[in-house]
């Protein structure tokens, strides 16, 4: 189980700013090219591109974050 208020971020660089902020602690997973800081490569890895939806909401993160950049809506 992953810490209640956890976030899940859909890209390294939303994984950076978000264990900046607030810590590793609150992340509930990483994509699979995350590896910064070094504290996220034991973490739970989910696929995000393209997003393996079953695996995020399994992890049960409050929050993921990612940007449109990254994704485009379709």
């Known amino acids: 189980p ?13 994984t950076e700013m978000v264990a900046a902020a607030a810590g590793t602690s609150r992340l ?3 994509s699979p ?4 800081p070094p504290e996220v ?5 989910v696929s995000t591109l ?10 049960g993160p409050a ?3 990612g940007s449109l ?3 485009p809506p379709e």
């Not at 992953?2 to 939303?14: H, I, K, N, Q, W």
């Not at 090219?33 to 910064?36: A, G, Q, R, T």
């Not at 490569?41 to 890895?45: C, E, I, P």
């Not at 393209?50 to 992890?59: G, M, Q, R, S, T």
């Open 33 to 36: 090219s995350d590896d910064h």
């Open 69 to 71: 950049d990254v994704i």
């Open 50 to 59: 393209p997003l393996d939806e079953e695996a995020l909401l399994a992890l």
């Open 2 to 14: 992953v810490p209640r208020g956890s976030v899940f971020p859909l890209t390294p660089a939303m």
């Open 28 to 30: 509930a997973g990483v």
């Open 41 to 45: 490569r034991g973490l739970a890895r």
């Open 63 to 65: 929050l993921a974050v």
